[in-house]
T-cell receptor, first 108, second 110 residues
């Protein structure tokens, strides 16, 4: 079971790019890296998933180095509505337990 | 498209009372289904998952049980609630290692 480590909290200002890094030193060969976003009183929402190198969608980018022992979620030009908890997971879904995540607070 | 329904949205129950939370999924067949619990300010704890009718795996020994009487129905139950059962309960299904969550039930045990 790959354990993940990410910062407890981060602050940013509107319009800035935010990068949240997750460490997963014992990631297995078949594991994918998945990021979720959670607002208060809501279930987490899937943001992006990747295996290696770089993945980009309309919401975010995910950067994964060659050794896959870490990953970085990049949110371009954040707004106040991006204030949420962000979770990184790297295990098969049926073994998923979310850690405490990273509380991102976007300030005006 | 697939949708997941979970109810009720909020629930206040006395200690020792029974519990039944229901979750249904539409638009897919034979989904993997999950029950999670989130304590205030904490991460999500996986409680149960099911890969098919009548097949339940428990991740954490506790006061709760789960059942899957139909392909797209997942039920979380308790015979006698404890104060420590309070929390935000989420049902989810997965596709391609991605989880999709319901809107959750906020349970307060008093």
């Amino acid at each position: 079971l790959a354990k993940t480590t990410q910062p407890i909290s981060m602050d940013s200002y509107e319009g800035q790019e935010v990068n949240i890094t997750c460490s997963h030193n014992n990631i297995a060969t078949n594991d994918y890296i998945t990021w979720y976003q959670q607002f208060p009183s809501q279930g987490p929402r899937f943001i992006i998933q990747g295996y290696k190198t770089k993945v980009t969608n309309e919401v975010a980018s995910l950067f994964i180095p060659a050794d896959r022992k870490s990953s970085t979620l990049s949110l371009p030009r954040v707004s106040l509505s991006d204030t949420a908890v962000y979770y990184c997971l790297v295990v098969p879904a049926r073994q998923l337990t979310f850690g405490s995540g990273t509380q991102l607070t976007v300030l005006p | 498209s697939q949708t997941i329904h979970q109810w009720p949205a909020t629930l206040v129950q006395p200690v020792g009372s029974p519990l039944s939370l229901e979750c249904t999924v539409e638009g897919t067949s034979n989904p993997n289904l999950y029950w999670y619990r989130q304590a205030a300010g904490r991460g999500l704890q996986l409680l149960f998952y099911s890969v098919g009718i009548g097949q339940i795996s428990s991740e954490v020994p506790q006061n709760l049980s789960a059942s899957r009487p139909q392909d797209r129905q997942f039920i979380l139950s308790s015979k006698k609630l404890l104060l420590s059962d309070s929390g935000f309960y989420l049902c989810a299904w997965d596709q391609d290692e991605k989880l999709f969550f319901g809107s959750g039930t906020q349970l307060s045990v008093l």
